[in-house]
């Protein structure tokens, strides 16, 4: 079964390298997704990150006029599109208008998490976009396309930011038993030969995160880029403490905020409240997922995406494996 049509036309002859950038609250910005989608991966940005709200557009015009000023430069590389994440929570006051934007705007590519509604996806689907949902168990990989989403993003254990808690390879074979559409598999995945994996797993995409923290276009603090290469597998907590929903975060960051990592008391999920009075809960406690062994310098994104590329295709010629494209893309 190929890609739907319309993911299909957005990516067609457009990536380098089978990944989507994860949006990254408060540090995924215009400079970091036109560089991601100009290397060739999705980039992509939560709409919460731009403020005030009504600066979502301006952001969008701009990612939008980079983009189209790339491909008229170099027309045999064309730069991949880009995604506006929504939060579709009770809690996200600016979702009608944050929609109302992307719609406007035509945004190719919607990720949705925390909740799916069928009148988003109608919405995203009127204008020819598609959408896919985040999910961490086949329950709600289930709902999601029951309502409407074209695709889905599998958070697995280890991801960094709100994450699940199923190996990656349970996820995957649950989903596939079922579901022949589009499939980004996220998950401590910050090489070219994990994204490799994801793909023989039966994902189509990677989707990576952590990783372009420690890029130089990233909105983050140096300290928090710094602890990103610093970091390895065992620097990472998971706990539902800081916004209600279980998450993976930098144990220094939750040392240095007071917090005891070895003894963290449980929160609950009205605990949430995105992109409003509660900044410190990603802006000083720092997401992040359990990759990050095999980040070693922060780098402009275009040098990140080259050795992605690097290693994932000597992964490829150590298996002796044939040029991988994306499945289901004809």
Known sequence: MPLPPNLARALAGRLSIPVIGSPLFIISNPDLVIAQCT??????????????APVLGDWIQRIQDALAAHDARYPDRPAAPFAV???????????????????????PLVITSLGARPELNEAVHSYGG???????????????????????????????GHAGTLSPFALMQEIRAWFDGPVALSGAIATGSAVLAAQAMGADFAYIGSAFIATAEANAA????RAVV?????????????TGVHG?????????????????????????????DKPKAWKDIWGSGQGIG??????PTAELVTRLRREYAAAQERLGVEAVSLRRTA
């Open 39 to 52: 290397a060739g991966v999705v980039g992509s940005f939560p709409a919460l990150n731009a403020r005030p």
């Open 85 to 107: 994440n929504q939060i579709v929570h009770r809690s996200n006051t600016r979702l009608e208008a944050d929609l109302e934007l992307c719609v406007r705007h035509k945004v």
């Open 130 to 160: 598609a959408v896919m949902h985040d999910i961490i168990n086949d329950r709600f990989a289930r709902k999601a396309v029951e309502k409407g989403a074209d695709g889905l993003i599998a958070v697995a254990a280890g991801a960094g």
């Open 222 to 225: 140096e300290g928090y880029k």
């Open 230 to 242: 610093e970091g390895r597998a065992d620097s990472i907590v998971y706990t539902n403490l800081i």
């Open 248 to 276: 993976n975060y930098l144990r220094g960051s939750l040392e240095a905020a007071g917090l005891d990592p070895d003894n963290l008391p449980g929160s609950d999920p009205s605990a949430m409240n995105f992109g409003s």
């Open 294 to 299: 095999a980040v070693d310098a922060v780098v």
